[in-house]
């Protein structure tokens, strides 16, 4: 996959990771975490607990490696590559920051409207 697109991916993971953690879990922490791609490095900041920690760099090392170009979405994809227990983990959050994100949107929505 193209850079650019990887880096949208790691965004994603980052925004559902902490707004799952933020909500769920205690004792966030700072983290910066440099990750290589098509030989140039990325630097992300991530705010997430020691748990959401170990299972994003699991998510990112699942993507680095990932071979599909263009990327299916991990929901649709025919070779899966994550472990059944992480999978299970990280669909839950995804899920549950997919819904936040689009209760907020539409809140914004109809914020809009009003005016
Ligand atoms: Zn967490």
Redesign the pocket.
């Known amino acids: 996959m193209q850079t650019d697109k990887f880096k949208s991916e790691i965004e994603t993971l980052k925004k559902f990771?902490e707004l799952?953690?933020?909500d769920?879990?205690?004792n966030?922490k700072h983290h910066c975490k440099q990750l290589i791609y098509n030989d140039e490095k990325i630097n992300t900041d991530l705010e997430?607990?020691?748990?959401?920690?170990h299972?994003i760099h699991y998510s990112f090392d699942r993507l680095i490696e990932c071979p599909h170009d263009p990327k299916p979405r991990c929901r649709t994809c025919p070779s899966p590559c994550y472990e059944k227990s992480e999978w299970k983990k990280v669909a839950k959050l995804m899920r549950y920051s997919g819904i936040q994100l689009g209760i907020l949107k539409i809140k914004k929505f109809f914020r809009i409207k009003k005016n």
């Open positions: 990771f799952h953690c933020m769920n879990h205690k966030q997430l607990c020691e748990d959401c920690i299972l």
